[in-house]
């Protein structure tokens, strides 16, 4: 047994934990990172397939509100350019193909009322949340009793917006309505700013695209530390006593002072905990279960949308197609056409063979762009519950009761280890930016 | 490192556990139970105190229609008595304490006529509930997209029959209304016949009381395998092939050809599986939160509130005495009251330190049932929550969504690799008979 010892140990080399080494790096701290996976970057992975055709398969966007993100962004002169939001949009329901423009899709006049109006009271809502302390809600109880579902089918009374505002929750999400809380969707929508903005291009959450990737960033920013970076070590276990913690894995015995864990929480009770999490925490953990999300690209010499004035956005309400990007950069890039496919969808679609998956979505493709649509250069997808050390995404999700009742246990410390990981901030949680500032307070913490 | 050889590795020596291995016993097969704790037993735990004071600390009762647990009892020539359930019952709501006979409690008028209406109609829903498919359901979606705490406030008009009503389900979940599916709640009360069954004493599930104990009559079960039960030994990683499995302990390495697992959802993806387990079952595993009890025992010389014509019984909306009940033996055995805290309350309580516990629950039975309550010979408590190989009870419980979607990978094998457990049981799920059932059900799948 191979024995290390650190002042501080980070465990996780995703945006949280990068972010964590980048504060003690700058303050000129001892640290070590370990990781579970052979690479560093979490739930961000930029791959290159055939040469130049860059794809991030995990987190992609930047938003413009992101600050600490855009930090990183600066400082390493990361190069970036804006998602394509030109044209016309496609909306199609029930069988019938619309064109519109703008964010929200061309429904009938009654039920775009009733979808702005039901909208609105949702961002009303949680425009009154504290982000950082919404148990504190006077209604707190009453909005963490139901369903985000429930609020929806009592607040829409046309098939057409109940229809529409799911699959806008679904892309936000990477789950269905039915599987989180009221309270938690406030919270949320309220940490990324409002819902406008999480389901927006222009001005919103998918406005900017990293030419390198989200993960090309991460290693800009994590390679003047990377020499303290162990890959390809999952911790089993952790040992508390009065003088700090040893982690160990497989290969190795880590002694140190303290500790930051960056595990979303469904996954922290993998690692044993001597003396074990206290009951709360541990209860927390079973109540956070991740999303799940697909992203399927299909590559073209060109995005040939454009020429026929289309954005290259759908909204569907068919299987498994429900909502497309296009992602390349400028008209000269290739054509890359993103389909996220979300919640209940995801889980099944996973489980089709690899072709079928990729027949079932050309297809679908081919309705909405026409011929040219059915031959991409390139085709491949990603589901991340099949990643052992993610088991989903984007983010671990609170169904009701979970947010005002173990809500307080996200971010207390445990003895000498401390909380960190997206799903404990309180600003942009679920997002790179949510990452980053929780390894910054998490590493505010130790010091 | 020690190396052993079975046909067929158990793991977990709870009911479920020491069911299948019983089972495989009859059958003359190699098997192999393996179990964490220093005990067997799982969520039963018998202990004697002072003697000869034996309680309970976890699972209880025996009902009427458990054949499969009352099986065992014959076997074993096992003792039991009944509840004692003679005498009036206490209410006390917002302050004023009265006393009524049978299950329901004397509310106004009003609120009775509410409350049973409310009761009857869930009754009616959870008896169209085909317990082995509830996914199947033709309503399957729109039950499972809302929680029991929204269906009740739908179906409740008075604040008294809700309050009542919200009692009775935390005592028959462990677990609030808000944090279940109405989907999952009609399963599980039709598991267990019905609701009214489910909140019983007489001709219910809290009908009769083991004399030494539900873990006591587990050892008498498994005495006669006792060589085949490893204790202390919490696997941590199952290795598949196409030739079996291999399970490792801290201690050793044992081979086997097929490997029953008892563990309960929440906690499976503590061992880690290589190959991983797969994504859906992965994500179900996120999806089952174990409930939260907690067992106070107050022992005194004699059960003195019999003499005043009481029952034992309380229903109150005081924290933290919700519920309590009269489990002694006959009037020349000790006065045995047990009190409930369930929930939300049960975290809360237990991080109270114990001496203020005891005093609080001492003060509240004291109200009830005059000063003699002041001064028991004996007391104690449990909080399952804390326990590190089960870290909640009663069971594991489904949000919205999990049942309709996740249901169908209760027990579906993973190669080699069968489940069991009380969760997965579809006839008494959460109770020694569904733990039982899915035992039995396991081995005859490996056989």
Redesign the interface.
Known sequence: MNERQTDILIIGAGFAGIAAAKKLHGLNRDFLVVEARERIGGRTLTETFEGDITLDLGAKWLGPTQQLVWEWVYETNAATYETYNTGRNILSYKGKTSHYTGTIPKIGILSLLDLGNAIKQLEKLAATIDTQQPWQHPQAERY????L??WIRQHTHTEAARHVMEIGIQTVFAA????ISLLFALFYLRSGDNLETLISITNGAQQTILKEGTQGLLKKVAACFADRIVLQS?V?KIVQDTIGVKAHTAQSIIRAQKCILTVPP??L??I?FEP?LP??K??LC?????G?AMKCFAVYNTPFWRKHGLSGQVVSDEFPVKVTFDVGHGDKDYGKMLVFVEG?DA?NF??LPPDMRKQMVLEKLVHFFGKEAAFPIFYTDK?W??E?WT??CYVGLM???TLT?FGPHLRTPFGNIHFAGTETADRWNGYLDGAIQSGYRAAEEVV
Request: a negative charge; proline letters at 10%; glycine letters at 4%.
């Open positions: 963490d009793e139901m369903t579902r429930t269905e309505s039915s599987e999952p089993e469904a996954l009770e993998r044993r074990p009951q709360q541990a209860q079973q109540r956070m279960p991740m799940a209940n889980r996973i489980g589901c519950t099949e052992e088991r989903g169904s009701p009761n009742h």
